[in-house]
């Protein structure tokens, strides 16, 4: 179950007036979270001179390439 979907199932629960407390439920999913093993996320710049990028697209031809779509228009390969 993905983290929308146990906060939305522990709403659902607090809603219906299960037997379940809600303040307990929230406690639990606020447990779980923390308890699960995060990714480590590593940020490095790898291009500058963008002009209001929008999208970043890969090529599917195994070469590696990248499409970045600026807002004005122009379409820069990596």
């Given amino acids: 179950m ?5 906060a939305v199932a522990i709403v659902i ?3 219906l007036g299960s037997r379940c407390d809600v303040s307990s439920a929230l ?4 447990n779980a979270l923390t308890s699960m093993d995060w990714p480590s996320v590593v940020l490095a710049h790898q291009v500058g001179g963008l ?3 929008l999208q970043v ?3 599917l031809d195994g070469s590696g390439r990248l499409f970045i779509v600026e807002q ?7």
Avoid: F, N, S, V
């Fill in 57 to 59: 697209t890969c090529a």
């Fill in 27 to 30: 406690k639990a999913g606020q």
């Fill in 2 to 6: 993905g983290l929308g979907a146990m």
């Fill in 13 to 15: 629960l607090g809603l």
């Fill in 51 to 53: 002009d209001m990028p």
């Fill in 72 to 78: 004005r228009g122009r379409i820069r390969i990596l």
